[in-house]
């Protein structure tokens, strides 16, 4: 099995809102990852977990903060974000962490900021 | 540094053939390959990690040159199923982690 699964699916929120979005994965896997996606552009790396720890960030601005509470779930906190922080948000898993490794990506959550 | 893919689109007709390019100014240490639908998530499709190194899957089959720092991605009688935008990914070193994706390719195959 190689699912990752995020909630929601969609998401609306206003400037001053205050929300998160989920990602699980019960693979064992040992490093998870946020991307963030425009319209017909790449997925661009976030952050990366590696056993559990923030090993990655890529310069995100810091209304975006992530979590990682176990080896599971991985968590982005969204905190008065930007309309041009609307987009899908991906969260992806490896099974190694530190070596090049297949990513599997979950659905994603599409957020639109008002 | 994003990797370059060509070309940026491609239309097929079913059962025809397709190359899709992935190209890097610096050292190439792994090639991921994606494939990804409207409003969907990128499916993994194969890894490269070693130059020289071939993947086959049904009629979908990579290469990886790591002398030239490119990869190619081949997809033979094409499928309806094949259409999407088609990514590669690279790694900035050897140590995993950071992947960094070409500009995608598109690709439509018509009836």
């Known amino acids: 099995d190689t699912e990752v699964t995020q909630t929601p699916k969609h998401l609306v929120m206003g400037m001053t809102n205050k929300k998160s979005l989920k990602c699980e994965q019960h693979?064992?896997?040992?490093?998870m990852y946020w991307y963030k996606q425009k319209a017909k552009k790449p997925p661009e790396l976030m952050f990366v977990?590696?056993?559990?720890?923030?090993?990655i960030n890529e310069s995100v601005p810091s209304r975006f903060s992530p979590e990682c509470p176990n080896s599971s779930l991985l968590n982005l906190h969204l905190h008065a974000l930007q309309p041009e922080d609307s987009a899908l948000y991906l969260c992806?898993?490896?099974?190694?962490?530190?070596?090049?490794?297949?990513?599997?990506f979950g659905p994603g959550t599409r957020l639109t900021v008002l | 540094q994003q990797p370059v893919q060509s070309p940026q689109a491609v239309i097929l007709r079913e059962g025809e053939d397709a190359v899709i390019n992935c190209s890097s100014s610096?050292?190439?240490?792994?090639v991921h390959w994606y494939r990804q639908k409207h409003g969907e998530a990128p499916v993994f499709l194969m890894i490269?990690?070693?130059?020289?190194e071939q993947k086959g899957h049904e009629k979908i089959s990579a290469s990886f040159n790591e002398k030239k720092q490119q990869s190619s991605l081949y997809l033979t009688a094409s499928q309806l199923s094949y259409s999407g935008t088609y990514f590669c990914g690279t790694h900035p070193n050897n140590q995993g982690g950071k992947l960094i994706f070409g500009q995608g390719t598109e690709l439509s195959v018509k009836p």
């Open positions: 610096k050292a190439l240490y792994s």
């Open positions: 490269l990690l070693k130059g020289g």
């Open positions: 977990y590696s056993y559990e720890k923030l090993s």
């Open positions: 693979m064992g896997h040992r490093a």
């Open positions: 992806a898993s490896s099974r190694l962490a530190g070596a090049p490794d297949t990513q599997y």
